[in-house]
């Protein structure tokens, strides 16, 4: 298995531009989520999946879309960037549809917002 | 809204000594508790949890306690190695069940 995969590892962006941070996870898992890590504020959940066809918004969701056609991708899409969004972003996975047991990371796409 | 605080923001000792990380959590109704640990230009990993009917939990070196009471919980480190250095995060379940509410982080420094 090659567990949770993300793509790209590193991206840098103009503000206004758009953009989709890719996700796959190769382990049948109902739950997946976005997270960003920003310099002393820990992991904030962005949007969230408890199955294919359901998301929904986690605790910082302006500026971020994402939907789940399928079990095995969840992509994040940028809108329109701006220099605030400059972040290390995480995907994650879970066998259950809820983060109770453990939640596999992929590795980080880190974004630049020019 | 709900809220996960984290202490201490960094923590350096010496290889062999025990390293603790306490958390607050403010939703009464949280009943699952993980700690992920994070080496450095890594994804976090999973390294314990425990559930709110448990009172402590130990794997090896590493142990967590629960307070429900006081709605605190602790990661405890015993023997440190260098290995152990990285960045942890503990967590509190949301109330829906849904999603986990992350502390800040310590980042952990272990000399030897």
């Known amino acids: 298995n090659a567990g949770v995969t993300q793509t790209p590892k590193f991206q840098v962006l103009k503000t206004g531009q758009s953009m989709t941070l890719q996700c796959a996870q190769d382990m049948n898992h109902e739950y997946m989520s976005w997270y960003r890590q920003d310099p002393g504020m820990g992991l904030r959940l962005i949007h969230y999946?408890?199955?294919?066809?359901?998301?929904d918004q986690g605790e910082v969701p302006n500026g971020y879309n994402v939907s789940r056609s399928t079990t095995e991708d969840f992509p994040l899409r940028l809108l329109s960037a701006a220099p605030s969004q400059t972040s290390v972003y995480f995907c994650?996975?879970?066998?259950?549809?809820?983060?109770?047991?453990?939640?596999?990371f992929g590795p980080g796409t880190r974004l630049t917002v020019l | 809204g709900e809220n996960v605080e984290q202490h201490p923001s960094t923590l350096s000792v010496q290889e062999g000594d025990s390293a603790v990380i306490k958390c607050t959590y403010s939703d009464s109704a949280s009943n699952y508790f993980p700690w992920y640990k994070q080496e450095l230009g890594k994804g976090p990993q999973l390294i314990i949890d425990i559930r709110s009917n448990v009172g402590e939990k130990k794997d090896q070196r590493i142990a967590v306690t629960l307070n429900k009471t006081a709605k605190h919980f602790s990661l405890h480190i015993t023997e440190t190695q260098p290995e152990d250095s990285a960045v942890y995060f503990c967590?509190?379940?949301?109330?829906?069940?849904?999603?986990?509410?992350f502390g800040k982080g310590t980042t952990l420094s272990v000399s030897s």
């Open positions: 999946s408890v199955g294919a066809g359901i998301t």
């Open positions: 967590a509190a379940l949301s109330q829906a069940g849904t999603a986990l509410i």
């Open positions: 994650a996975s879970s066998y259950f549809s809820s983060p109770v047991g453990e939640q596999f």
